[in-house]
């Protein structure tokens, strides 16, 4: 085994013998272009400092101290000898195969770790930052970058210089800029005037154009509108158009054809001659005068496709000929030809997430759209779609391969609850796929879990929480309903889940089980939008028995004192919900762009209720009295993430909430679990969790002297969170500052309590304001959270204002203290 590891170290280097350290970079004389755009055709960034304080290059010190007891060189000469002799032993063992993989897997793992010192330095290095020097060669190339940024701009007649100021041996740089006067679109003519389809299709889509006259000329745009014209045109029947066919190319005769015609030389419209005199003192015109579309060879036009034949394959690998030979099973639906190897499939089933049919024009989103929703039935490993053209004809070959019938999956990890610390749990599934043949699939789930809460009464110390659980679901790849109403769902990814669970929850207090069916429609408009309808959702709860006598003293001193109905909770109770969620989403994991998140959501239960004319029934298997419930619950969350940089972004939540019981008056109650609460690891973070409100009321504390729960039927909350990279060790550590600000509040007004309930005079007076920092060690795959939050202002006390009562301690008994949260991934 030869060896295959070279090394090397990518460092700036400066044209002169003395180096100087890069200190800064910054624009003169920009006006339109601003700086940060600028700022990003720059490769070499100075070194960080720590939180933007000029000098303090902490990262830098760190990887210098570290640099002072580090040769590179003998840590290459350690591992040419240590390479060596694995050499030696790979040939001293090579008819042992067990021994080789042994010693090969050891060669590895050093070869990782010299590679690590060799390349990026010892521990100290690797957690600091190398030092940044200024290159007279990069900043040449830097100005050459924006001076072709600028004429992509339309500043054509731009000129780009820089000067390099020396101050005790940092250099920093500052680019001048001389703009001149920008280039605008006076008349644009988006038509080829040769191709009478393709410009009447243009003509049709006109609005949807990048371009328009006015505005400045931009060659992202261009760029931007030759992809939109090929997605255009592909989505139209020409199948074999491309973008490549509007790029500029040179014939043999000198001649300089296809791309967009434009005219800098145009003269000015003058119609109305004074405001011509002042667009001509801050810019110049450009016409676009065409598009020019190159043709293909031997072809005096575009031609249109449509498709001659459709085949779909169900294959245990993928075929080795384009088209398919006739097989035994084979079964003709709707125009498409299946051939099944083996598994069977409905027809009826694909046929409804195959969007091209034979006879019809060539479409490039219904191509796109069929491979999709058959990748998302999730009974496939691999799916793929091959054309083959004859003329203007098109054959198209669906491949598929079946993932196995049967599948097991193990996960285990941290369980995050908002009002809990973090605890271990197993999740262990069996899924049958295809079980009738309708690609139906089936799912057992076992789960378990254990995780700290604070006592429902009591705030001293946490307890554990075990929750064990089990889960059978149904779920068909259809809306199931009895009316051809389902088909209009069927380019919507649309699912029909029946599910039978029950679940276990042992908490300090009580022991809790929860029987449960459900009917859900699901179904996706895009990528980003989903849709979730619960048509039936039934929960027979149980108190099996209340673990703790002074708990359900508690319970009953609430009822009889203060009116709180919180016992009624925890009676037998059978709870009947329909609910609808809305979701928008495009955050995407691991990426720092500017995104959206809105969810909506919408839920009645015991509808069915309003038949009887009480709230109880006194029919329970075991001869106990069931508690109904009859409420309407609705959720709207509007969140906002936008980049400040490559490494920050400032990110913003607003959410608000309500309930409402009904049937028995104030004496109504909704189920605990539907309740809204404020404070914990995910809202309100100054406040220990479910401990916030009910608006300006004192907390509730029991009989021992414990604030206990703090449930409310309307909520309002909202979040403000600066966050931002601190530096790397194993994993970023980030850093994050935040404001929170919300309460909960009661529905009806309770003479012992008073200001918990809701009233529009003064519930602004009642928001509550926690701010606070927080450590985030983000390892990619999970995120590990530290927030750490104080009361600005907390309406409940008699001097609410931080500044009045403040002490900064951890103390439980503390008004005002820093209260920490841990949690698991970002709070939104």
Same mark, same amino acid.
């Given at each position: 085994?030869g060896?295959?590891?070279?090394f090397?170290?990518?460092r700036?280097?400066?044209?002169?013998?003395?180096?100087y350290?890069?200190?800064?970079?910054?624009?003169?004389?920009?006006?339109?272009?601003?700086?940060?755009?600028?700022?990003?055709?720059?490769?070499?960034?100075?070194?960080k400092?720590?939180?933007?304080?000029?000098?303090f290059?902490?990262a830098?010190?760190?990887y210098?101290?570290?640099?002072? %007891?580090?040769?590179r060189?003998?840590?290459?000469t350690?591992?040419?000898s240590?390479?060596?002799?694995?050499?030696r032993?790979?040939?001293?063992?090579?008819?042992?195969?067990?021994k080789?993989?042994?010693i090969?897997?050891?060669?590895?793992?050093?070869a990782? =770790?010299?590679q690590?010192?060799i390349?990026?330095?010892n521990f100290?290095?690797r957690?600091?930052?190398?030092?940044?020097?200024?290159?007279?060669?990069?900043?040449?190339?830097?100005?050459?970058?924006?001076?072709?940024?600028?004429?992509?701009?339309?500043?054509f007649?731009?000129?780009?210089?820089?000067n390099?100021?020396t101050?005790?041996g940092k250099?920093?740089?500052?680019?001048?800029?001389?703009?001149?006067?920008?280039?605008h679109?006076?008349?644009?003519?988006?038509?080829?005037?040769?191709?009478?389809? +393709?410009?009447?299709?243009?003509?049709?889509?006109r609005?949807?154009?990048?371009?328009?006259?006015?505005?400045?000329?931009?060659?992202?745009?261009?760029?931007?509108?030759q992809?939109? +014209?090929?997605?255009?045109?592909?989505?139209?029947?020409?199948?074999?158009?491309?973008?490549?066919?509007?790029?500029k190319?040179?014939?043999?005769?000198?001649?300089?054809?296809?791309?967009?015609?434009?005219?800098?030389?145009?003269?000015?419209?003058?119609?109305?001659?004074?405001?011509?005199?002042i667009?001509?003192?801050?810019q110049r015109?450009?016409?676009?005068l =065409?598009?020019?579309?190159?043709?293909?060879?031997?072809?005096q036009?575009?031609?249109?496709?449509?498709?001659?034949?459709?085949?779909?394959?169900?294959?245990?690998?993928p075929?080795?000929?384009?088209?398919?030979?006739?097989k035994?099973?084979?079964?003709?639906?709707?125009?498409?030809?299946?051939?099944?190897?083996?598994?069977?499939y409905?027809?009826?089933?694909l046929?409804?997430?195959?969007?091209?049919?034979?006879?019809?024009?060539?479409?490039?989103?219904?191509?796109?759209?069929?491979?999709?929703?058959l990748?998302?039935?999730?009974?496939?490993?691999? #799916?793929? $779609?091959?054309?083959?053209?004859v003329?203007?004809?098109?054959?198209?070959? +669906?491949r598929?391969?079946?993932?196995?019938?049967?599948?097991?999956?193990?996960?285990?990890?941290?369980?995050?609850?908002?009002?809990?610390?973090?605890?271990?749990?197993?999740?262990?599934?069996f899924q049958?796929?295809?079980?009738?043949?309708?690609?139906?699939?089936?799912?057992?789930?076992?789960?378990?879990?254990l995780?700290?809460?604070?006592?429902?009464?009591?705030q001293?110390?946490?307890?554990?929480?075990?929750?064990?659980?089990?889960?059978?679901?149904?779920?068909?790849?259809?809306?199931?309903?009895?009316?051809?109403?389902?088909?209009?769902?069927?380019?919507?990814?649309?699912? @029909?889940?029946?599910? #039978?669970?029950?679940?276990?929850?042992?908490?300090p207090?009580y022991?809790r089980t929860?029987l449960r069916?459900?009917?859900?429609?699901?179904?996706?408009?895009?990528?980003y939008?989903?849709?979730?309808?619960?048509?039936?959702?039934?929960?027979?709860l149980?108190?099996?028995?209340?673990?703790?006598?002074?708990?359900l003293?508690e319970?009953?001193?609430?009822?009889?004192?203060?009116? +709180?109905?919180?016992?009624?909770?925890?009676?037998p109770s059978?709870?009947?919900?329909?609910s609808f969620?809305?979701?928008?989403n495009?955050?995407?994991?691991?990426?720092?762009?500017a995104?959206?998140?809105?969810?909506?959501?919408?839920?009645?239960?015991g509808? @069915?209720?309003?038949l009887?004319?009480?709230q109880?029934?006194v029919n329970?298997?075991?001869?106990?009295e069931?508690q109904?419930y009859?409420?309407? =619950?609705? $959720?709207?969350?509007?969140?906002?993430?936008r980049?400040?940089?490559?490494?920050?972004?400032?990110?913003?939540?607003v959410?608000?909430?309500?309930?409402?019981?009904?049937?028995?008056?104030e004496?109504?109650?909704?189920?605990?679990?539907?309740?809204?609460?404020l404070?914990?690891?995910?809202?309100?973070?100054?406040?220990?969790?479910?401990?916030?409100?009910?608006?300006s009321?004192?907390p509730?504390?029991?009989?021992?002297?414990?604030?206990?729960?703090?449930? %409310?039927?309307?909520?309002?909350e909202?979040?403000?969170?600066?966050r931002?990279?601190?530096?790397h060790?194993?994993?970023? $550590?980030?850093?994050?500052?935040?404001?929170?600000?919300?309460?909960?509040?009661?529905?009806y007004?309770?003479?012992t309590?008073?200001?918990?309930?809701?009233e529009?005079?003064?519930?602004?007076?009642?928001?509550?304001?926690?701010?606070?920092?927080g450590?985030?060690?983000?390892?990619?795959?999970?995120?590990?959270?530290?927030?750490?939050?104080?009361k600005?202002?907390?309406?409940?006390?008699?001097?609410?204002?931080?500044?009045?009562?403040?002490?900064? @301690?951890?103390?439980?008994?503390?008004?005002?203290?820093?209260?920490?949260? $841990?949690?698991?991934?970002y709070?939104?």
């Amino acid at each position: 085994m030869g060896s295959w590891l070279a090394f090397s170290c990518a460092r700036s280097v400066n044209t002169t013998n003395e180096k100087y350290l890069l200190s800064g970079q910054a624009f003169r004389g920009n006006k339109l272009i601003t700086a940060p755009e600028l700022l990003g055709l720059l490769p070499q960034k100075p070194n960080k400092t720590l939180f933007g304080i000029p000098g303090f290059t902490t990262a830098l010190w760190l990887y210098q101290w570290g640099e002072k %007891g580090f040769d590179r060189q003998a840590q290459q000469t350690k591992w040419d000898s240590l390479d060596v002799r694995y050499q030696r032993l790979f040939l001293a063992v090579a008819a042992q195969p067990k021994k080789l993989e042994k010693i090969r897997k050891k060669y590895l793992k050093d070869a990782e =770790k010299y590679q690590k010192k060799i390349g990026e330095g010892n521990f100290w290095m690797r957690l600091g930052e190398a030092p940044v020097y200024f290159s007279e060669y990069e900043t040449k190339k830097n100005q050459s970058k924006i001076q072709q940024y600028l004429f992509n701009h339309g500043f054509f007649n731009a000129k780009v210089g820089y000067n390099a100021d020396t101050v005790a041996g940092k250099v920093r740089v500052v680019y001048t800029i001389n703009e001149n006067l920008p280039y605008h679109y006076q008349n644009v003519n988006l038509q080829t005037g040769r191709d009478t389809k +393709i410009d009447s299709l243009l003509k049709d889509h006109r609005a949807e154009s990048f371009i328009t006259a006015g505005e400045r000329y931009s060659q992202d745009k261009l760029e931007g509108e030759q992809v939109r +014209i090929e997605q255009l045109l592909q989505n139209n029947g020409y199948y074999g158009f491309s973008r490549q066919y509007l790029k500029k190319v040179l014939s043999k005769s000198g001649r300089v054809d296809g791309g967009f015609v434009l005219d800098t030389a145009a003269t000015a419209n003058r119609r109305d001659s004074l405001r011509q005199v002042i667009l001509d003192s801050v810019q110049r015109p450009i016409d676009l005068l =065409k598009i020019d579309i190159l043709l293909p060879r031997f072809l005096q036009a575009h031609p249109k496709f449509t498709y001659e034949r459709v085949d779909f394959v169900v294959e245990a690998a993928p075929a080795d000929s384009l088209m398919p030979k006739i097989k035994s099973d084979t079964i003709r639906y709707q125009g498409v030809n299946y051939y099944f190897s083996g598994k069977r499939y409905a027809p009826k089933i694909l046929d409804s997430r195959i969007f091209i049919r034979p006879d019809s024009l060539y479409r490039l989103n219904n191509r796109n759209k069929t491979s999709l929703l058959l990748g998302n039935l999730q009974q496939f490993s691999y #799916v793929n $779609i091959d054309n083959d053209t004859v003329g203007s004809k098109i054959r198209s070959l +669906i491949r598929v391969v079946p993932l196995p019938k049967y599948g097991v999956t193990l996960e285990s990890g941290l369980n995050v609850v908002q009002s809990s610390t973090p605890g271990p749990f197993l999740n262990l599934s069996f899924q049958v796929r295809n079980i009738f043949r309708g690609m139906e699939s089936f799912e057992q789930s076992v789960r378990f879990a254990l995780d700290a809460q604070p006592g429902l009464t009591s705030q001293s110390g946490l307890f554990p929480t075990t929750e064990l659980g089990t889960n059978s679901s149904l779920i068909f790849p259809q809306i199931l309903l009895p009316t051809r109403f389902r088909n209009r769902f069927n380019a919507f990814n649309p699912r @029909t889940q029946v599910s #039978v669970g029950f679940n276990y929850v042992q908490r300090p207090e009580y022991t809790r089980t929860n029987l449960r069916a459900g009917l859900t429609y699901i179904w996706q408009k895009s990528q980003y939008e989903s849709f979730n309808f619960s048509l039936l959702d039934f929960n027979y709860l149980r108190n099996q028995k209340i673990d703790s006598v002074n708990f359900l003293v508690e319970l009953q001193n609430l009822q009889q004192n203060q009116g +709180i109905q919180l016992i009624r909770s925890f009676q037998p109770s059978f709870v009947s919900s329909i609910s609808f969620n809305y979701l928008f989403n495009n955050k995407l994991p691991s990426e720092n762009r500017a995104a959206r998140y809105f969810r909506l959501f919408a839920e009645s239960g015991g509808t @069915t209720l309003n038949l009887f004319s009480q709230q109880k029934l006194v029919n329970d298997i075991l001869g106990q009295e069931i508690q109904l419930y009859k409420y309407v =619950k609705a $959720i709207a969350d509007y969140r906002i993430y936008r980049p400040l940089g490559r490494n920050s972004s400032v990110n913003l939540r607003v959410s608000a909430g309500a309930i409402i019981s009904y049937g028995n008056g104030e004496q109504s109650v909704p189920p605990y679990e539907k309740y809204f609460f404020l404070g914990g690891s995910s809202g309100m973070r100054a406040w220990a969790p479910r401990r916030l409100g009910p608006g300006s009321s004192p907390p509730t504390v029991s009989s021992r002297g414990f604030v206990i729960e703090a449930p %409310g039927d309307l909520m309002i909350e909202s979040s403000l969170e600066l966050r931002g990279r601190l530096f790397h060790l194993v994993g970023d $550590i980030n850093y994050a500052l935040f404001v929170d600000v919300g309460n909960v509040w009661t529905l009806y007004k309770n003479p012992t309590r008073q200001g918990s309930n809701f009233e529009g005079e003064r519930f602004w007076r009642e928001m509550a304001v926690g701010s606070g920092f927080g450590l985030r060690y983000d390892f990619n795959f999970f995120i590990l959270r530290f927030d750490f939050g104080i009361k600005i202002f907390d309406p409940s006390q008699a001097k609410p204002y931080v500044l009045d009562r403040f002490q900064f @301690t951890f103390r439980p008994d503390a008004p005002y203290r820093l209260t920490p949260q $841990i949690g698991i991934g970002y709070p939104f």
